[in-house]
């Protein structure tokens, strides 16, 4: 009997859900369904807190190997970044780096959203990755340096991409094409159950740390939504970007305060 072609394979929906993510918000190879993700669109994004703990997995074996080999932290914080940037194909820097030219640099909501769109980087979007690296990295090595791997890291991934499908479900798309409007609207229930899937996480890699972490999240995520709003009218796929950079950049800095 011939073995089953892997694409026949029927996968729970939750399962699907985290695989369609990952193949959304990630370039690791995986296997999507293009027409059953399009039916689901924004439903499934839930688990996007959860394909953020895989990428995170991935991201915490990395600094682990590099400490081992003794590397040190610094190298290892660096190494970690550069995994973290090839394995979500520099997306969610891309969204901050567009998100950082347009909101600052154009004069009304059309021309932000021109500015946006355009693939060029600007003045703004240089500054904005500069800083992020910066502290990412700064973050990370004092994190690495007194052994924080994995709540640094796995649970820093899924709480800083929960708020992206809070943004989407709280404010409207501000073009009619793109990304963000391509993958639809979540309803309240699946971004209460992003928030219940990536706080999960978030305890059992962090611990009570969780709390304040959220919390500080939160606050960005919703100062970064009101920007938004008030620049251009509703988020983008840039702007969901640059709102999980900022988080993931919070939640380092909250866990470098409580934790060295």
Known sequence: MPDPDISDIR???PVQDVMQSLGLLSRLPVRVDAEA??????????????AGAILGLIAA???????????????????????????????????????????????????????????RIGTYGVLALVLALILRWAALSALLATGHVWGALIGVAALSRAP???????????????LSRSVGQPTRDTVRFGFIAAGAVGFVFMGLAV???????????????????DKIG????????????????TALAVLVALWV
Do not use: C, N
């Open 61 to 119: 074996l990395t600094a682990s190997l590099s400490l081992w080999l003794g590397l040190g932290a610094g190298i290892a914080a660096a190494l970690v970044i550069a995994v973290q940037i090839i394995s979500t194909g520099a997306m969610h820097e891309d969204g901050l780096a567009d998100s950082a030219d347009g909101l600052w640099g154009g004069y009304d909501r059309d021309r932000r959203l021109e500015i946006m769109k355009d693939s």
């Open 11 to 13: 996968f729970s929906q």
């Open 164 to 178: 992206m499908a809070a943004l989407m479900g709280w404010l409207p798309s501000a073009r009619p094409s793109g």
């Open 211 to 229: 709390v304040p972490v959220a919390a500080f999240i939160a606050a960005v995520a919703f100062a970064a939504g009101r920007i938004a709003l």
């Open 37 to 50: 993700a399009a039916k689901r669109g924004a439903d499934a994004s839930w688990a996007w807190p959860l």
């Open 234 to 249: 509703g988020q983008t796929g840039d702007i969901l970007g640059a709102t999980q950079q900022l988080s993931e950049i």
